[in-house]
Structures are given as C-alpha cells and as structure tokens.
C-alpha cells in the first residue's frame, strides 16, 4: 500500500511538470498574436473548443453528476469565473502591452498569494520565516513589474499590462485555494462544467468586442494559434493543475508555477527574440529566494 501511494505521488509530481510548460507556452503565444487576435476572441475561442473537444467524451459523466452540479452551482459558476474567463482574458489583454517574459515572470508572485489566501480563508498557520518570504516574492514581483525602476513607483508609470497581470494572478490565486471546494465530482466533469460557464460568461464580452474590432481572420498561425491553447494549457494543463492541487495540496502544487519563467523565457527567447534583461533576473532570483525560505523545513 506505501509503494502504490508513492508510486501515486510521484506520478502527480510529473504530472505537474506539464501545466507550467504548457502555460509558459500560452504565454509567449499570446504575445506572439496580440496583433492577430483580439483578447477575448482568443479567450472564447480557447474555451469553446476546448469545450467541443471535451464534450463528447464527457456529457455522461456531467449527466451523471448533474444533481451534485446543481447543489453546488454557486461554487462552481465562482471557480469557472476566476480560473476560466477573468484570468485568460485579463492575460491576453496584458499581452497587448507588456512582453511574455513579464507576462510569465509576473506569475512568480503567485505562490505568496496562494499562502495569503490560505491563511483569510481557512487560517492555515504561517510562521515568521514564511512571512518573510511572502514579502520576498511580492519584492521580486514589484521589481519586474517596474522594470527595476523604483521611480515609476513616484510618477505611477506602470506598463497596462503589468498591472493587468498582477490582476489576472490574484484571481488566479483564488480560483487555486477554492478548489477545495469543489463538489466530489469526476474531474472531467468539473473540467467540462467549468469550461461551459466559462464559455457562456465571456460570449456577451465576444459578441461586445466584435461589433468594435476587424473580424478574425482565420489564417493558418491564426487557426493553430487556437488549436494549441484549446487543448494544450486547457485540457490537458487544467486537467493536471486540478489532479495535483487535490493530490497534494494547492500551498505545495502551486510551487510548480515558478517553473513557468524558466520555459517562458527560453521560449521567448527562442522564438520572439527577446532580451532578458537585469531585473528580470533580480527579480526572479528575490522571488526564488522567498520560496525555498518559505519551505525552509521547521525545527523540531
């Protein structure tokens, strides 16, 4: 039985490997097609073919668990509003003015969020150390964000898309502590069910948008632009993100998301030619050095 359980553990420890490569990816794409796709466009489409990929392999289980998914409506439709439609649309319009090494670096901060949470809502103790770290990762956060420049603080010269990122995560941060809430439904199901929220919540954003932008064309980076995010960082990243956060715990799993800089920036590199520059590297560097304090083992 200990073999199987570690076994198991060790199998969600990989698989939560894959949401931040997948999301890293969505990153630099996102910032890669701002000019060729509208941010909510890119946000509805992503979700509503995730959706059409996903339903047919999963309405009987969504038929199943129906009745539990209407006594716990109010939850879900919260998760589905920050995890599915506010942070993908709010990273995408970020992507309209800032880079995808901020957009992923940004992210870093996350963690500290997560732990902030944890302690409002459930009042999951926090020791002095790790309150420390939490100050160190927001410290790295306001360094990338500012582009080390401590006198955009003065003059309030903030990139949009910075601040919009700092929006995105936080909400984020809430859908990953909320999940614990979530009914005790099959993964798929949730997964779909969340999906369609998602959907329905950003069609009148969609439908807003079309009426004051060009149509979409549908070229061929355009059409596998769409392809890659409805499945890679939606299903399958989603999917793990929630396996590994019930597995372990969202204060561990969300440690996974500092990995995202590191494939975002080589990905960014790679394919958008761009520089990493000084403090993006103090910044990463302070926010690292909060989280190995943070889960600097205790004294007996």
Sequence with gaps: MRIRMSNERHWTYFLLLLPPLFWAGNSVLARGVAELIPPI?????????ALAILLPFTWKLVRKDIS?????WKVISLIS?????????????????????????????????????????YRETVSRHQCVAVLLCIIGAAIIVMRGDWQRL??????????????????YALYSTLLRKRPQIHPLSFLTTTFFIGVVSLLPLYIWETAH?????????VVLSLLYVGVCPSILAYL???????????????????????????MAILF??????????????????GLGLFNWPRRA
Excluded at 68 to 72: A, G
Excluded at 102 to 119: D, E, G, H, K, W
Excluded at 155 to 170: N, T
Aim: include cysteine.
């Design 41 to 49: 466009a890119m946000s509805f489409w992503r979700w509503t073919l």
């Design 68 to 72: 539990k998914i209407r006594q716990s």
């Design 81 to 121: 509003l920050l995890g599915i439609s506010s942070f993908n649309t709010l990273l995408y319009t970020a992507a309209q003015t800032t880079t995808a090494l901020n957009i992923a670096l940004t992210q870093s901060v996350m963690p500290a969020i997560i732990v902030l949470l944890s302690f409002l809502l």
């Design 154 to 171: 003065q003059q309030l010269e903030f990139v949009p898309g910075d601040l919009l990122m700092l929006l995105a995560i936080s909400l």
């Design 213 to 221: 932008t060009p149509p979409l064309q549908l070229s061929q980076p």
């Design 240 to 266: 793990c993100w929630n396996r590994g956060i019930e597995q372990i715990g969202a204060n561990r799993a969300v440690l996974y998301i500092n990995l995202i800089p590191l494939f975002a920036s080589l």
């Design 272 to 289: 958008l030619g761009e520089r990493f520059q000084s403090y993006h590297f103090f910044g990463m560097l302070i926010i690292f050095g």
